[in-house]
């Protein structure tokens, strides 16, 4: 389509289309981006696009001196919940232990109890600063996850409130039933129970009302065993849902094997992944999401097996992990800069993990991700000289404007 | 003063005063906060304000649900400097090597001759983008160095423009002389005599013209060592400075002793400080400046002996380090999050860090740093439900307005 019949045009632009191409970027310098529709229409040098515009009066918005890139993915999150964990936060400062905290019913058993006690509004509203920060860092899609309900109404609901977050906000949702989170404290003798109804009906129901479109489960010693996990994977599987795994976070139960067993979309955090596993995860084609945010707030001091996972062309991606007890964290340019210094990823590698590699992890790498004709119009635009000051700058949110789905969007 | 000879006040706000108090904040419920002139006129109880305020048509404002705080003070920065070190930051994650990067001209001297060619205007413009997001957070004063010059004519420069940064923005700037920060390659061969210089006429003539507050020099392995240092700061404290001393970031070469000995209002850095410096600091009531992000920067393992310091008594700031090579960081929030995680801070030494100990580490503590009558009325308003909220998130900053000199500021 070089006819011009398009609804309006970026130039004088670079473009870090994120495809492969020259450099880490695939940067194409003083460019223009066409968009018709919610698509992207016409790629190619600005001067070009200027004449073409001109000519069939197509609004022109001038970008000189911005970048653009394809609009960012936080591809693994926790951001629908109840109340918050800075209490705890301090009391563990001040010297309290896990095990003291945890007895006075801290810990995840708190988010949940909160959780359970919101109602939907209440849900959305606390989220919604959360969202609006993400979104003024360039964010077009977010994944979501239940898991703080650990009962069938509540995690339904969180999903409906992540739905409704698409409905409302300019950002595209996934969601994903995170079945196997923790164990509620109603089962505690009931383990198998639990896992049977995780499994069972409950997502059987949330399968089939469309709630979900992926499940994910924290197969680790102070979760769910490998074979719990199985269980549920298995049924996800054969409820037509895809799959993402927290593997490897805190120990190697050979999770990111058995990820790759099921063809899992991801397999999320592995710090803690053998030769095996990295072997596994190439085979399968499923993306190693790095969640650099938990990573520091845990305090750990043994990174992902970067080298490795890239020496085997597993596909790295970067997520916030936005939760209010392992990772109180709204910013994915955070995230990308501690992915780089924390974890060693070049800054191409950290700005692919939050656009291309992350599109992948939620399977939707066949419209978002990249910067080419065909895929959604999802852009950021960013006041800098190059593409790495996207990872560089701590505190620093160089984006100037956002196209959602073709068009400019309004702050949130 | 309670006959209500007030300018404006703010009611129905919790104070987080930083004064000793019952809690670690200093905290008073249901407070207001009276403002004459540019100093706090009143500190009560918001009923009690309230009456006064509206039977002396004072202009109240109502900061219902809202915490206030002193104006953060950011007390250690580098934040104006030509350049910035992206490129090297890339290179560094491609694999390249510290070597290799300083052969091809990286690192401090890079900096140096980028911040040689840029005019006072360009130095502060591009300053201004990074004065803006501390200003964002909350900041009201802030420490600026040079260093980046490392001749007469551009130390004064970058003073001046830190000066110039005071006038045209709402925001007070203490200014130091960072005559020892690192060999510039002219003097390669003549160590000697740049710290002759350094310590002679350059700084009689700064000294002489009101430009610098104080002095500051890097004693360390890589820069300065403690003779050199010894020579620089005697010369200071002739010249009636105040003293500042960069000292154990990389290794213990007794800085911390010889900041004491020179009566330094701080030594910044300090993971690397024995028995010995602790004693002396404390000793001296020289205030330990942490600088979380640098730390995490370098990807340091050890950090500063917090638990020594604090048990010696050692009065604790965080400060940003805002720099271009090993801090590119402008959110002072993001430093007290890393001082907790990474160093171990309770959230309310983290706060106090930087506001009543940021004021004492740049010897201004008689009128900035806790809220209290006669204090200039520098505040923050947070919409946070409790104090630690400003250490706990990474990325959010729920400031929502700044009073400067007793008027509420607009965003720069």
Redesign the interface.
């Known amino acids: 389509m070089v006819d011009g019949n398009w609804d309006r045009v970026w130039i004088n632009a670079h473009l870090a289309t994120m495809t492969p191409g020259a450099d880490d970027y695939g940067s194409v310098p003083d460019a223009a981006i066409a968009v018709r529709g919610e698509s992207i229409a016409w790629i190619g040098p600005a001067v070009v696009a200027a004449r073409i515009a001109s000519a069939a009066g197509v609004p022109i918005h001038d970008a000189t001196g911005l970048w653009i890139t394809p609009g960012l993915i936080d591809c693994h999150t926790h951001i629908v919940y109840g109340g918050?964990r800075?209490?705890e936060?301090?009391q563990r400062?001040?010297g309290a232990s896990y095990e003291e905290i945890a007895r006075a019913g801290g810990g995840i058993q708190s988010t949940v109890r909160a959780t359970r006690a919101e109602s939907p509004e209440r849900l959305l509203a606390s989220a919604r600063?959360?969202i609006g920060?993400l979104l003024a860092e360039g964010v077009t899609t977010i994944e979501i996850k239940s898991g703080y309900g650990l009962d069938e109404a509540t995690e339904r609901r969180m999903l409906a409130v992540a739905r409704e977050i698409g409905r409302e906000w300019p950002v595209s949702v996934r969601t994903t039933y995170l079945g196997l989170h923790a164990l509620p404290v109603e089962y505690r003798e009931r383990r198998s129970a639990y896992v049977d109804a995780v499994s069972g009906a409950w997502l059987e129901g949330i399968a089939a009302s469309g709630l979900a479109d992926a499940v994910d489960a924290f197969c680790e010693s102070i979760a769910f065993t490998p074979a719990e996990t199985e269980r549920f994977l298995g049924a996800a599987r054969r409820a037509g849902l895809a799959i993402h795994v927290h593997a490897g976070q805190l120990s190697d139960l050979g999770a990111a094997e058995l990820a790759a067993r099921h063809g899992a979309l991801s397999a999320d955090h592995l710090e803690y992944v053998g030769a095996e596993g990295v072997r596994a995860l190439a085979a399968a084609g499923t993306v190693a999401v790095l969640l650099p945010?938990a990573y520091?707030?845990l305090?750990q001091r043994d990174p992902p097996p970067v080298d490795a996972l890239r020496a085997a062309g597993v596909p790295l991606a970067v997520a916030?992990d936005c939760n209010p007890g392992t990772?109180?964290?709204?910013?994915i340019?955070?995230a990308l800069a501690i992915a780089?210094?924390?974890f060693?990823?070049?800054?191409g590698e950290a700005l692919r993990g939050a656009t291309a590699n992350a599109a992948r992890a939620l399977g939707v790498a066949h419209d978002r991700g990249t910067l080419e004709v065909g895929k959604r119009a999802d852009f950021a635009l960013w006041a800098i000289?190059?593409p790495?000051?996207l990872?560089?700058?701590?505190?620093?949110n160089p984006c100037v404007g956002v196209v959602y789905r073709g068009r400019l969007r309004d702050p949130v």
Chains 1, 2 share one sequence.
């Open positions: 918050n800075v209490a936060f301090e400062l001040r600063s959360r920060r945010c520091f707030t305090r916030t990772s109180p964290c709204t910013s340019l955070l780089c210094t924390a060693g990823l070049t800054p000289d190059r790495a000051e990872c560089y700058a701590l505190g620093a």
